[in-house]
């Protein structure tokens, strides 16, 4: 079945430093999506990509979609402690309902 | 708008007893998900719907059964409730509509079963 990897599974930054976390798919996906996830909440979603080469930003944060839709990254720019959390990306294969979720990767922000 | 609502939001149960955690949505949403989160295993897929009347299995379907009568609630049910079974629960929803595929969680339920 679908597998999705991201990496890393942990990381640690100081206040201002930039972020990235990297997911990759073993098959082709039609849309790729992320998520962040507060310690002791609830996944909560930030964006989805479709388009080949799709790149979106929102304020600090820009997500990539790779050429050939096997492949995204979430970087964040001059990080702040309301950035910390586990982000988790969820690609679909073609159903556009069933999501495959990567682990994560937990980023904690240190003041 | 309440959003997605899961019911109860923690509960232990005693190993082989039975029960339902509840979802509800009032977005009118015809994607319906439940995931389990379980510590470095991410959030893996139970069982979705596409809409009422219309159910499948996802990636750790077995000890769970789920119906879908109508389009606001789906309702996630453990036979025999096994230790393996404690985790934390999320029910979800998406619309599906003009290519807006992004999912609204609940809050979850945390359940442990001793």
């Known amino acids: 079945g679908q597998q999705v990897m991201q990496i890393p599974q942990y990381q640690h930054v100081q206040e201002g430093e930039d972020f990235t976390t990297y997911c990759n798919s073993s098959t082709t996906l039609s849309n790729i999506q992320w998520y962040k996830q507060r310690p002791g909440g609830h996944p909560v979603f930030l964006i989805q990509l479709v388009k080949s080469g799709e790149v979106k930003k929102q304020k600090r944060l820009t997500f990539q979609f790779g050429e050939a839709k096997k492949n995204s990254s979430l970087h964040i720019t001059a990080t702040q402690t309301t950035d910390v959390g586990t982000y988790f990306c969820?690609?679909?294969?073609?159903?556009?309902?069933?999501?495959?979720f990567g682990k994560g990767t937990l980023l904690t922000v240190n003041p | 708008n309440a959003g997605v609502t899961q019911t109860p939001k923690f509960q232990v149960l005693k190993t082989g007893q039975s029960m339902t955690l509840q979802c509800a949505q009032d977005m009118n949403h015809e994607y319906m998900s439940w995931y389990r989160q379980d510590p470095g295993m991410g959030l893996r897929l139970i069982h979705y719907s596409v809409g009422a009347g219309i159910t499948d299995q996802g990636e750790v379907p077995n000890g769970y059964n789920v119906s879908r009568s109508t389009t606001e609630d789906f309702p996630l049910r453990l036979l025999s409730a096994a230790p393996s079974q404690t985790s934390v629960y999320f029910c979800?929803?998406?619309?599906?509509?003009?290519?807006?595929?992004?999912?609204?969680f609940g809050s979850g339920t945390r359940l442990t079963v001793v």
């Open positions: 969820a690609g679909d294969g073609g159903s556009n309902y069933k999501l495959t």
């Open positions: 979800a929803s998406s619309t599906g509509l003009l290519g807006n595929y992004g999912y609204t």
